[in-house]
Nanobody, 115 residues
Framework: QVQVVESGGGLVQPGGSLRLSCIAS????????MGWYRQVPGKQRELVASISRAGVANYDNSVQGRFTISRDSAKKSIDLQMNSLKPEDTAVYYC?????????WGKGTLVTVSS
């Protein structure tokens, strides 16, 4: 199967930055769309940013202009550069990868934005 591992979460002050990384491994055939999602208590998991094989990125309006997603298909990885972080960005961030139309999730990494 495919394993997905996120890293880079932690505690940061408002206005600060973090860089999240996600690496896929295992029996991978052909990776399709890869993306970052986040979830907070009482709300559904929501898309933060995604990126296609062609490098086309899609962002939620709440992070547009502050977050940047990047992809390295050879390394089977994606990063999420998060700048100008706000308390409302606090959430568990999950990496999702598509392989042969099957979706795989990481266990998540916690991002806490607080002074």
């Amino acid at each position: 199967q495919v394993q997905v591992v996120e890293s880079g979460g932690g505690l940061v002050q408002p206005g600060g930055s973090l860089r999240l990384s996600c690496i896929a491994s295992g029996s991978i055939g052909r990776l399709g769309v890869m993306g970052w999602y986040r979830q907070v208590p009482g709300k559904q998991r929501e898309l933060v940013a995604s990126i296609s094989r062609a490098g086309v990125a899609n962002y939620d309006n709440s992070v547009q202009g502050r977050f940047t997603i990047s992809r390295d298909s050879a390394k089977k990885s994606i990063d999420l550069q998060m700048n100008s972080l706000k308390p409302e960005d606090t959430a568990v961030y999950y990496c999702n990868v598509e392989d042969f139309s099957e979706n795989y999730w990481g266990k998540g990494t916690l991002v806490t934005v607080s002074s």
